[in-house]
Structures are given as structure tokens and as C-alpha cells.
């Protein structure tokens, strides 16, 4: 049974930094791709970053250069290290895990089979 359990979110003032970390059980994150997601309020949930097996990766241009992706593999875990938050990434975010090696563009939510239960990130002004 695959299981992701994503920490490290929380409240913070903007300009400031937070890292997000998803741990993945019964599924080997070196083997796809796997991605963060979030949930704009009355919007569908929005692709904010993704890495391939491969390790290249993609982002949201909301968040380039802001925000980066990666993952210990050996950890089995994947991380979004998020700088310079901005009030309007308040929302929950998500981890995700495909069944690709590859990412698609995007990131795209359909393409991702395993969810975790999200995790809250908070920017105040």
C-alpha cells in the first residue's frame, strides 16, 4: 500500500522560507516522478513542481526561482524547499506520485495516481 506523508508546513510572514518534505512508503520515489501540488480555493488543484526519475525537472511559472524540487533517494523522500512566499501561496499542499519515469508538462494533476493528505502553508502580509 502505497502511503505519502508530507511535514514542514506552516505559518510564516512573506519573504520568508519553508521546506516541505514527503515521505513515500510502498512505492520507490527513484523510479517516477513525483511532484507538489496545491489547492487554490475555487480553483482546481494547481501544479506547482516535478521531478523525473532522470532528476531534471519542472515548475509552475508562479513559482520559478522561487521555489525548488528534489529528493533523497535513499530517503525515499521528496522536498520542496520554498523561499521568498509570497501571501498568495497560502493554500494546502499536496504530494503526488506518478507511474512514469517522466514528468508531463505542467505538472499535470491527472497524471498522478498516489496522493497525501496535504500539508498547510500559511504567508501572512
Known amino acids: 500500500q502505497v502511503q505519502l506523508v508530507e511535514s514542514g508546513g506552516g505559518s510564516v510572514q512573506a519573504g520568508g522560507s519553508l521546506r516541505l518534505s514527503c515521505v513515500a512508503s510502498g512505492y520507490t520515489a527513484t523510479r517516477y516522478c513525483m511532484g507538489w501540488f496545491r489547492q487554490i480555493p475555487g480553483k482546481r488543484r494547481e501544479g506547482v513542481a516535478a521531478i523525473a526519475r532522470d532528476g531534471s525537472t519542472i515548475y509552475a511559472d508562479s513559482v520559478k526561482g522561487r521555489f525548488t524540487i528534489s529528493k533523497d533517494d535513499a530517503k525515499n523522500t521528496l522536498y520542496l524547499q520554498m523561499n521568498t512566499l509570497k501571501p498568495e501561496d497560502t493554500t494546502k499542499y499536496y504530494c503526488?506520485?506518478?507511474?512514469?519515469?517522466?514528468?508531463?508538462?505542467?505538472?499535470?494533476?491527472?497524471?498522478?495516481?498516489?496522493w497525501g493528505q496535504g500539508t498547510q502553508v500559511t504567508v501572512s502580509s
Open positions: 503526488a506520485a506518478s507511474t512514469w519515469p517522466t514528468c508531463s508538462a505542467g505538472p499535470r494533476s491527472a497524471d498522478y495516481v498516489y
